[in-house]
Structures are given as C-alpha cells and as structure tokens.
C-alpha cells in the first residue's frame, strides 16, 4: 500500500500504527461504545472497569492511529470516534468494525451499561468535591481512601486535562 507520497514504508507504518491499536480487546471495546455515541472518560473508566491511566493511555493510541478525536468540554476530556481520519487504513477499519461484533455478548453487556447510565458522568460531583477542598475526589467517591480515576464509582472516575 502507498500513501499520497507513493512512499511504501510510510503506508506500512499506518498499517501497523492502526493495527496495533486494534490489537487490544480494551481498545476494541472502546471503539465499539464509542460506535453508540461521544462518551466522556469517565464513563469509558466506568463502563470498563479500568484505571484512569489504563484508559488514558487506550485513548492515546487509538487517537496515535487516527481512529479517535479527543476534545475538551469544561476541562474534562470527551472522546468520539474520528468522523473523516486522514488515514485510509483508519477509514476502512472503522467502517468495518461498525458491523463486526454486534451480537458479542461482552460488547452488548457494555452497552447495556452505557444506557443504564444514560449519559451521566461524575463530573459534577468531582467538581464539587474539589470545590470543598478534597482534591483527590474521596469524598465524592463515597469518602473511600482511593484516589480518582482508580474507583471506577461516580465522583473517582474522570480525566482532567
């Protein structure tokens, strides 16, 4: 495959920069929320289970690849899949995995929780929190000892730029 140059190498890089970040079942289910619609962090920390470095560092390399934006609202990080990637190997694979594993009993339980939560993030109760002083968000955690963006609960789970 070339690129627009014709350089060979630069369109075995793109390849391989968008395969690798689809090698990842983390990463794969990202993409398949992100299919039902924007997510903020927290609620990808929290459809997940992971910790918010995990999720942030999955989030860097499916934006790497193209296959992702990021934009700030408020201070806080909201991501959505990319909607015209330069790349042409990051256009055809998120065309395709828009119909594979619909019926994946793990991607529909995931989105089974997305609409449970119906939208609702952590923020304001981490805004809050800060507001009064706790910084690391224990309070709005439910006032356990464990730092934000490591709970996965409502108030520990956000990304802040």
């Known amino acids: 495959m070339r690129n627009e140059t014709g350089d060979p190498a630069a369109g075995m890089d793109d390849i391989v920069r968008v395969m690798k970040a689809l090698s990842d079942p983390g990463r794969v ?7 039902e619609r924007e997510l903020c962090a927290c609620e990808i ?8 470095p995990t999720v942030s560092r999955h989030m860097r390399v499916l934006g790497d690849a193209g296959l992702v934006r990021a934009r700030r609202v408020a201070g806080w990080v909201h991501y959505s ?3 015209a990637p330069a790349s042409p190997v990051a256009r055809a694979m998120l065309e395709r995995l828009a119909c594979w594993l619909e019926d994946d009993p793990v991607v529909l339980a995931l989105r089974g929780g997305l609409h449970k939560a119906d939208g609702r993030c952590a923020r304001p109760a981490l805004d809050k929190a ?32």
């Open 29 to 35: 289910m990202v993409m398949k929320l992100l299919g």
């Open 45 to 52: 920390i929290r459809a997940l289970g992971l910790a918010q």
């Open 81 to 83: 899949l990319a909607e």
């Open 130 to 161: 800060r507001r009064l002083g706790d910084e690391d968000g224990t309070a709005a955690c439910g006032g356990k000892a464990e730092r934000v963006g490591h709970t996965g609960q409502p108030g520990g789970a956000h990304e802040a730029l």
